[in-house]
C-alpha cells in the first residue's frame, strides 16, 4: 500500500534534515532539471528539486541535495555571470556526495554537465525513467565517459515524475 508522503509540512520537514545528519546515510546530488520555458515551469522544477530530496531522504535513506532547490532564490539564473556561480558551487558540492540521482524525465544541458562531472568521478548514477536512462548512457557515450556507471531503477517511480509534490 502506497502511503501519502507529500502531506502536511513536508517541506518544512526538509529543512530539517540536516540538524539530524545520520553519518550511516548515503550523501545524493539530487540532478533534475531547473531551466524551464516559463516562470511556472521554473517554480514547478524548483520545487520538484525540493521533493525529490525529500523522498530521496524518506524513502531511499539519502542525505540528499539539490542545489538549484535554493540557489535560484538568491542568484538570477538569467545573469551568466550568477548562473556560472551557481553552477560552480553545485558542481563542488557535486563531489562531497557519494551518488547522483537523475530525477524527473527530461534531460537539460546542466543535467548534462553534472552527470558528465559524475562520471569523471567515477559516481553511481542512478535513473529513475528508462527513456532518461537511454539519453544518460548516450551522454556518457557521446562524452567518452564509462557508460556502466548509470543504472536504472524503477522501484522508486516517484523519482521519474516531472512535480512528484503533485501527483504522488
Given amino acids: 500500500m502506497k502511503q501519502e508522503l507529500f502531506i ?3 517541506e518544512e520537514e ?3 534534515q540536516f540538524f539530524s545528519e545520520n553519518p550511516m546515510l548515503k550523501s545524493a546530488y ?3 532539471p531547473l531551466h524551464s520555458s516559463s516562470p511556472r515551469e521554473f517554480q514547478y522544477n524548483l520545487h520538484a528539486a525540493r521533493a525529490y530530496m525529500f523522498y530521496a531522504n524518506r524513502r531511499m535513506e539519502c542525505q540528499a541535495k539539490a542545489p538549484h532547490a535554493y540557489l535560484p532564490l538568491l542568484m538570477c539564473d538569467k545573469n551568466p555571470e550568477e548562473r556560472n ?3 560552480q558551487f553545485g558542481l563542488e558540492l557535486l563531489k562531497r556526495c557519494q551518488i547522483v540521482l537523475v530525477c524527473g524525465n527530461r534531460l ?3 543535467m548534462k554537465t553534472e552527470i558528465v562531472e559524475a562520471a569523471i568521478q567515477h559516481k553511481k548514477i542512478i535513473v529513475f525513467d528508462e527513456k532518461l ?3 544518460v548512457k548516450q551522454t556518457l557515450r ?3 565517459k564509462n557508460s556502466r556507471l548509470a543504472v536504472l531503477n ?3 517511480s516517484a523519482m521519474a515524475l516531472q512535480a512528484p509534490q503533485l501527483v504522488y
Avoid: R
Fill in 8 to 10: 502536511g509540512n513536508w
Fill in 14 to 16: 526538509l529543512d530539517l
Fill in 30 to 32: 539530487i540532478c533534475s
Fill in 85 to 87: 556561480l551557481a553552477i
Fill in 108 to 110: 537539460t544541458s546542466g
Fill in 133 to 135: 536512462f537511454c539519453e
Fill in 142 to 144: 557521446e562524452a567518452k
Fill in 154 to 156: 524503477t522501484t522508486h
